[in-house]
């Protein structure tokens, strides 16, 4: 006798609940379609590199989900470069991200999914509302990015 077939995960149910209710609903644009407006509160759970880190998002009452975010509007070096040069900035970058976020309460808004390997894209701002990608900016830290190809940091 064949088993039964075992019902989907309550979270994967919870997600297609929401996003059947905006998909459907009036309000839903096509741009609305590819971000979740927020905010969403998040705790920090690691730092990976200048420009994105690990954490636990609160979505719904007793619900979160591990997820990595990708600070939107900048580009930091990156620590696997070939060019020594970019591998310091880049170790500098996760630093003051570390010291920016630690290991606390960040809010993320304008989530959303895109070609960023696994990551979502959001704006992300501290418990105080202070922006991360302006913070990073003003440091000249990073360099602002709206998506396209990458400059170096080694020119």
């Keep these: 006798m064949d088993s039964p077939t075992p019902f989907p995960s309550p979270t994967w149910f919870l997600w297609a609940m929401l996003a059947a209710a905006f998909l459907l609903s009036p309000a839903a644009s096509a741009e609305a379609a590819k971000r ?62 570390t010291e920016l976020l630690g290991t606390g309460i960040v809010f993320i808004s304008n989530i959303g999914g895109a070609k960023y390997y696994g990551r979502v894209l959001a704006d992300v701002a501290t418990p105080d509302g202070a922006a991360v990608s302006e913070i990073m900016l003003a440091r000249d830290i990073v360099r602002p990015y709206r998506g396209g190809k990458r400059q170096s940091w080694c020119g």
């Design 36 to 97: 979740f407006k927020g905010p969403v509160e998040a705790t920090v759970i690691e730092i990976i590199d200048g420009d994105t880190f690990l954490t636990e998002a609160h979505v719904w009452p007793g619900h979160s989900v591990r997820v990595n975010i990708r600070v939107r509007g900048i580009d930091a070096p990156e620590v696997k470069s070939r060019c020594e040069r970019e591998r310091l900035a880049a170790l500098h970058a996760r630093e003051v991200l």
